[in-house]
């Protein structure tokens, strides 16, 4: 389980993540710490949309994870903070379950289906080819950081069995050829976004 480090002084400004606390004028920050800031703003925005509505905290951590990637500590407190949750359930949460990351993922995260289900239906085969094309393991990023290859339990869609999940996008009767077809594409996106660079 993620430990947060405390400071021993309790005031509210002193939970919140660094980023957050406004000290005096503002001053020119460097760009990551804007990037940063940006992120906890936009996160923000769905915070102050969903918090108020009981049992959104699913939601509020999936839009983290789209707007950082993956959910660092930092996410994480903030949402507990914002939210009046304790730290420990947020945390219990993004660990139980298996479509949430505390490590940074690739552009294109591919989370594979291993339910009962979806391994008849043939998932052991569609992992044998997310392995073969990208040559990483289940949990694992590609060097250039552009693909995740996940593993989950039953998401409850089994009738559309073998499921494979596109950056959060169902993809249901998933074949071989589709997954090759993936891969192109975000390897030919990228081929063209570094072009343009
Ligand atoms: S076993 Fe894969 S969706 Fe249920």
């Known amino acids: 389980m993620v430990q947060y480090a405390h400071t021993g002084k309790e005031s509210r400004e002193r939970e919140i993540p660094a980023p957050f606390v406004s000290e005096g004028k503002p001053e020119q920050k460097p760009d990551k710490e804007q990037t940063w800031e940006k992120k906890f703003n936009e996160l923000d925005r769905y ?3 969903y918090a108020k509505e009981p049992g959104q905290l699913i ?3 999936q839009k983290a994870q789209d707007i950082f990637g993956y959910l660092p500590e930092e996410a994480q407190a903030y949402i ?3 939210t009046g949750t304790p730290v420990s359930e947020v945390n219990g949460v993004v660990t ?3 479509l949430f990351s505390t490590e940074p993922r690739g552009k294109c995260a591919l989370d594979l289906c291993m339910g009962t289900a979806c391994y008849i239906k043939g998932a052991q085969e569609l992992m044998d080819t997310l392995k073969d094309q990208l040559q990483i393991d289940a949990g694992e990023t590609t060097a250039d950081h552009l693909f995740t290859v996940n593993t989950t339990r039953c998401i409850g ?4 069995a073998p499921i494979l999940v596109v950056n959060g996008e169902v993809h249901g009767n998933a074949k071989s050829g589709e997954i ?3 891969i192109q594409k975000y390897r030919k996106g990228e081929d063209s ?5």
């Open 180 to 182: 090759i077809k993936i």
């Open 80 to 82: 507990a903070e914002k």
């Open 59 to 61: 939601i509020i951590l």
């Open 96 to 98: 139980f379950y298996s």
């Open 193 to 197: 976004e570094s072009k343009k660079h």
């Open 157 to 160: 869609a089994c009738g559309l």
């Open 47 to 49: 915070i102050s949309l």
